[in-house]
């Protein structure tokens, strides 16, 4: 454990002139980094990681919703669509699991550390790949990985140091999942909210933003990325 | 209902908090107040264009032969999505796009994807 500095909040770092040398890099830094991460191998691994590998992401998925009520129609729509995607051979990887502009610390020079390792997981490492190249975590920017860069420098970072290169199939794929993770994320503040685990503003606010991942998911499950 | 309608109390009380308490605050209190205004903001428009939703509900569930006494539509079609009783056709599509549209216009009309979703799927 260590002490690192830098700037996390997402609105700095995409607006800021200081950070415009590191916005240039970062989607590369990122993609060597997961790699980086990917790379760990599983048996110096703390033990009792979550495994979310193959069909078990499915089935907490859906017994999420289900504890939900089943209230969304186009969270359901979904998860029908990843669980019934034919997908590329499985691998099983430490999966950073939030891995987003605003979990990451940069100073000028670029990526300086990652943070917020809760959701750490056994998975489909493209996961993380396409979780950073979800909307949400754009903050309105129109640039596709976190709202700083693009695609063909996060895949090249990430095959750089892996020597895999993800298609924008993959990467589409796990855009779903990450719309879809939103949604759950969603309906997790709201239960915090109503069950009195932790009844503050903020929470019923998220609770709220349900009808944003709906429309991510509407608009990438009938298209290609963006 | 005589006087002030709920509109415009809450257009007031939104007003208020932004131009009178956010300037007083900075920090974590100064966003918290921000995300009140917002919400305010969102039961406004629900006031206003609620009824939109329950519209097209309704008639997915004439078009679906759902009885709405049931429980809400939109749990009705999860279900049976779920349990793959419904497949998902161009009907149950365009009204899922068609609600999400109107949902989203309540909650965040600024979200950048409500944006291009209105762009392709309105005429």
Known sequence: ?226 | MSGTDSIELLTAVRQFLREEVLPELDGFKAYTTRVAANALGIVARELEMGAGLAELDTRIACTLNLDERAGPVTQQIALALRDGSMVADERILSYLRQRTLHACAIDNPKYSGLRQARARWTQ
């Open chain 1, 1 to 226: 454990m260590s002490r690192e500095r830098g700037e996390a909040l997402p609105f700095r770092l995409l607006a800021d002139e200081c950070y415009r040398e590191a916005r240039e890099r970062l989607a590369f830094q990122c993609g060597q980094t997961l790699g980086r991460i990917h790379k760990i191998p599983l048996e110096l691994l703390p033990i009792g990681l979550a495994d979310h590998s193959g069909m078990l992401l499915f089935q907490r998925a859906q017994e999420l919703l289900d504890t939900h009520e089943n209230l969304s129609p186009v969270l359901q729509l979904g998860l029908n669509w990843l669980r019934d995607k034919p997908r590329r051979g499985p691998q099983r990887t430490l999966v950073h699991g939030d891995f987003r502009n605003g979990n990451l610390l940069v100073d000028e020079g670029g990526l300086v550390a990652v943070l917020d390792w809760e959701l750490a997981h056994l998975g489909d490492p493209i996961q993380d790949l396409g979780y950073i190249c979800a909307n949400v975590w754009r903050f309105g920017s129109p640039k596709p990985v976190g709202g700083f860069g693009d695609y063909a420098d996060l895949l090249a970072g990430y095959e750089s140091v892996t020597g895999i290169a993800p298609t924008m199939a993959d990467i589409h794929y796990w855009q779903v999942h990450a719309a879809l993770s939103w949604g759950m994320v969603c309906l997790r503040m709201l239960e915090m909210y109503r069950n009195g685990e932790d009844p503050s503003l903020e929470r019923a606010a998220v609770g709220r933003r349900l009808s944003e991942a709906e429309i991510d998911l509407l608009l990438l499950i009938e298209g290609e990325s963006d």
